[in-house]
């Protein structure tokens, strides 16, 4: 998006607020499609935790994406945008027995990934095909909060636990009918997601009743210019002629699924905030904008580093600045950051504010969660109105003291 449509949002629908591009979501998706053209059988579930709005989701639809999900009210919102069950994938990590049960009644595809639930499940549920997510034991990832496919990890079933899994599956005579692994998230190295691939390949020969491969996400996007990035294209033609053999050696025509959300999302999104107060300290100048930690968390969860522009003073000379929050409490998004020359009300434009930005968003210092607005076909759509006081108080209790 241009820099003065993003302005034109801020003016229509006020600050702070989210804007996605759907041009740019489309992009990414067709890319990635693209990169793995030369499989027969391409399944991409769009990983719904990223950015979960109910127009976000019905887009993806319309460029064939499936869902992946970790809860069951991510499931309900796949169904709530028009998926049907068998374009669900249901991968939840530490959740109960009952709802697994009850995604499966709803009739997604669930994916497991520990020994007690998968022995309760296949006991109780022998009909019902289960995926199996698999932990390969291999570090990758950007942070070791989002790393999770190490041996410290809590996601998946050991590989070195596959004869114990196998005895279940016999036990109960249930079928598998995937297998899944997500080791992380910004993988740069392809290599190393490679080499994971092939223990999943390698996993994959002790079950026959298979009918796709899920290779999870993890792509590393830019976060400015010049950032590395997955070489998805790279990956595309070594994954494809990796699969296309395994295929051939299983003897069927297995599908190849992913699971992006940032890739797909990231770079779509923009957050505006207005500058209410530049504050010169003895130390730095401050630009606090109306927003904060509560809207926008990456910053000081794990560190994430967005872009940040001043869409109303483009080509400004350079100052140095810390952006900061109105949040009682430390709420930095950047330090010493070189931005063209802040005054009070410019609107500054956050970038890669598409995947973990509003679905992490809080009530907190009790403020409202912003708008979101969908730039689609050359307008701006409103698809989120901004929380009012009511909601602060809706699920509220009171009781006489
Ligand atoms: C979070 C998650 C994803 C998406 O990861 P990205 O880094 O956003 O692409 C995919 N699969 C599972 C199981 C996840 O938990």
Same mark, same amino acid.
């Given at each position: 998006? /241009? ?22 979501? @489309? ?16 399944? =991409? ?11 976000? #989701?019905?887009?993806?639809?319309? #460029? ?14 796949? #169904? ?19 709802? =697994? ?12 990934? %520990?020994?007690?639930? /998968? ?8 009909? !019902? ?44 005579? +249930? !079928?598998?009918?995937?297998?899944? +692994? ?14 994971? &691939? ?73 957050? #505006? ?27 000081? /969860? ?19 600045? &810390? ?12 330090? %010493? ?10 609107? $500054? ?15 907190? %210092? ?13 307008? @701006?759509? $409103? ?8 909601? /602060? ?9």
């Amino acid at each position: 998006m /241009l820099e003065d449509q993003l302005l034109q949002v801020a003016k229509k629908f006020g600050s702070p607020v989210y804007v996605y591009d759907s041009e740019r979501i @489309a992009m990414q998706y067709n890319r990635l499609a693209k990169a793995f053209s030369n499989v027969s059988q391409l399944k =991409i579930n769009y990983a719904v935790k990223a950015l979960s709005n109910l127009a976000i #989701l019905k887009l993806l639809k319309t #460029l064939g994406a499936g869902l992946d999900t970790v809860s069951i009210q991510e499931v309900k919102l796949g #169904l709530a945008a028009g998926f049907t069950p068998q374009d669900i994938m249901y991968t939840p990590n530490g959740v109960s027995l009952e709802e =697994i049960e009850a995604a499966a009644k709803l009739g997604v595809q669930i994916n497991i990934d %520990n020994l007690s639930i /998968l022995e309760q499940f296949g006991t109780k549920h022998p009909q !019902t095909p289960v995926c199996i997510r698999i932990n390969p034991h291999v570090m990758a990832g950007g942070n070791t909060n989002i790393s999770v496919g190490h041996i410290d990890s809590k996601f998946g079933i050991s590989i070195h636990q596959i004869p114990h899994l196998l005895r279940i599956v016999e036990n109960t005579q +249930m !079928t598998i009918n995937g297998l899944h +692994m997500h080791t992380g998230s910004d993988i740069l190295d392809i290599d190393v997601f490679l080499y994971a &691939s092939e223990i999943l390949f390698e996993t994959a020969k002790n079950f026959k009743a298979l009918t796709f491969l899920d290779f999870g996400s993890g792509f590393k996007v830019p976060y400015h210019a010049g950032d590395a990035e997955t070489n998805i294209e790279a990956l595309g033609k070594k994954l494809t002629k990796r699969f296309n053999a395994f295929c051939k050696a299983y003897g069927k025509e297995l599908t190849l699924t992913f699971e992006p959300g940032k890739f797909l999302v990231s770079e779509a999104g923009f957050f #505006l905030t207005k500058v209410n107060v530049v504050k010169q300290t003895t130390s730095t100048v401050f630009a606090q904008v109306d927003s904060g930690f509560n809207h926008l968390i990456r910053p000081m /969860l794990y560190g994430a580093q967005h872009d940040i522009v001043n869409i109303s003073n483009p080509n400004g000379r350079e100052r140095f600045y &810390s952006v900061v929050g109105y949040i009682c409490e430390t709420d930095t998004f950047a330090n %010493n950051r070189r931005i063209t020359e802040i005054a009070e009300d410019d609107i $500054l434009a956050f970038k890669n504010a598409g995947a973990y930005c509003f679905s992490m968003a809080s009530n907190y %210092n009790s403020r409202y969660r912003p708008a979101e607005v969908l730039w689609h076909g050359g307008e @701006a759509k $409103l698809i989120r109105t901004q929380e009012t006081f009511e909601d /602060l108080l809706k699920n509220q209790v009171e009781i006489d003291i």
